[in-house]
């Protein structure tokens, strides 16, 4: 079965700094995987995607995830943090049930803190 | 293009009412639909999930149930309410099955507090 692991609930950084938000997957077939980002009290926003191709991938806002196959990791980065991404960050994996259906499966979230 | 919306966008129950929570998306036909639950700090459960008129599938056992009357309506129900309900429950849509890539677009949410 497909899961995702983001180590660290939390993570703090100053404006201007390296963000760098982890995420590990376990899958049996080659993943798709997904970064979403909610703000408070609102639903989640795609930032970015994997599917095949390219293992560096770019999304909004100045993010973007590098696939490792080796490791089994998407980690999330952006090279110069801003008080508006302050956020939280979901990462996701396509998994598919016996039915053919597919469905993600979602980490339980990376809370991003940025202090002036 | 594509818009997805949720209501009520907060609702305050009292413990054994009933609850409906409705998802409506426009611009686009025979969507996937789908329920999450949010609990703090548990990330995001899936609750039901839909492939098309009457066909609801259910992820976890509980107290709650789905419908879906409509090509592009999804309802969120239950008959009692229990303070376990409480969260901040999320609709979202995806292209039908079938493509390759299952990105799912997320509605606004509604924010439960059953008391």
């Known amino acids: 079965a497909q899961s995702v692991t983001q180590l660290g609930s939390h993570v703090s950084v100053s404006e201007g700094a390296l963000v760098l938000l982890r995420c590990n997957y376990s899958?049996?077939?080659?993943?798709?995987l997904f970064w979403y980002v909610q703000y408070p009290n609102q639903g989640l926003q795609l930032l970015l995607k994997?599917?095949?191709?390219?293992?560096l991938v770019k999304g909004i806002n100045g993010f973007e995830a590098e696939f490792k196959k080796s490791e089994t990791s998407f980690h999330l980065t952006k090279p110069s943090a801003h008080m508006s991404d302050a956020a939280e960050y979901f990462c996701?994996?396509?998994?598919?049930?016996?039915?053919?259906?597919?469905?993600?499966?979602f980490g339980t979230g990376t809370r991003l803190l940025v202090s002036p | 293009s594509q818009t997805i919306h949720q209501w009520p966008a907060t609702l305050v129950q009292p413990v054994g009412s009933p609850l409906s929570l409705e998802c409506t998306v426009e611009?686009?036909?025979?969507?996937?639909l789908y329920w999450y639950r949010q609990a703090a700090g548990r990330g995001l459960q899936l609750l039901f999930y839909?492939?098309?008129?009457?066909?609801i599938s259910s992820e976890v056992p509980q107290n709650l149930s789905a419908s879906r009357p409509q090509d592009r309506q999804f309802i969120l129900s239950s008959k009692k309410l229990l303070l376990s309900d409480s969260g901040f429950y999320l609709c979202?849509?995806?292209?039908?099955?079938?493509?390759?890539?299952?990105?799912?677009?997320f509605g606004p949410g509604t924010r439960l507090t059953v008391l």
């Open positions: 839909s492939v098309g008129i009457g066909q």
């Open positions: 994997y599917t095949t191709g390219a293992t």
């Open positions: 899958s049996s077939v080659p993943p798709y």
């Open positions: 979202a849509w995806s292209s039908p099955s079938g493509r390759a890539i299952n990105e799912q677009f």
């Open positions: 996701a994996v396509s998994a598919i049930k016996n039915t053919g259906f597919q469905k993600l499966v």
């Open positions: 611009g686009t036909s025979n969507p996937n």
